[in-house]
């Protein structure tokens, strides 16, 4: 009788140290429940040469901001630890933009935040929202529809404020806020 149990309490051992496991993984991961994380946006805009991260993939009304109705633009901008431009690179900002406002103020946007550097190295979130043609330091947010890597069933919103710009550079300041499922 004494050997049936012995295996109970070891499975039970087994079971509460796995529990165990899990829970100290996903506390890793999201202590709090959510994350926020603060990078910036490094865009070299449209016409700013051969160099420019930011191209019409379709124009079909002109527009200085990319914004003109049905217009579509394809982009791949860094992602800087920093507003200034010589801050480390963690990563890339990889989507497409359409000019979905017959007023011409604003675009749809869908994109990846790839990260390429740091704890988050191979990982991304989804994103997708409005990108409204406004002032510098205006706060728009677009939604978090998911990740991978770290980022696994990741949701919850991105704001963004421009922050700087030139005549060829475009800086802007994205909190992201997070949760998991």
């Known amino acids: 009788m004494a050997a049936t149990s012995v295996p109970s ?70 992602l800087r630890a920093g507003v200034e431009p010589d801050s480390a ?14 007023a011409e103020n604003s675009g749809l946007t869908n994109f990846q935040l790839v990260f390429t550097a740091g704890k988050y190295n191979g990982s991304s979130l989804a994103l997708q929202g409005l990108f409204p043609v406004a002032r510098l330091g205006t706060v728009f947010e677009r939604a978090i529809t998911g990740g ?6 990741a949701r919850g919103y991105l704001l963004t404020t421009e922050v700087c710009a030139t005549n060829t550079t475009l800086t802007g300041q994205l909190d992201a806020y997070i949760t998991f499922r």
């Open 89 to 102: 690179i963690v990563g890339r900002n990889q989507g497409m933009g359409v000019g979905s406002s017959l």
């Open 9 to 78: 309490c070891f499975f039970f051992l087994l079971f509460l140290e796995l529990f165990s496991a899990a829970a100290a993984a996903a506390s890793s991961r999201n202590p709090n429940g959510y994350m926020h994380l603060r990078f910036y946006n490094h865009e070299r805009i449209l016409g700013s040469g051969p160099d420019a991260t930011v191209v019409y993939a379709v124009e079909r009304r002109s527009s200085t901001s990319g914004a003109g109705f049905g217009n579509v633009i394809v982009y791949d901008n860094l």
């Open 148 to 153: 991978t890597g770290r980022f696994r069933l």
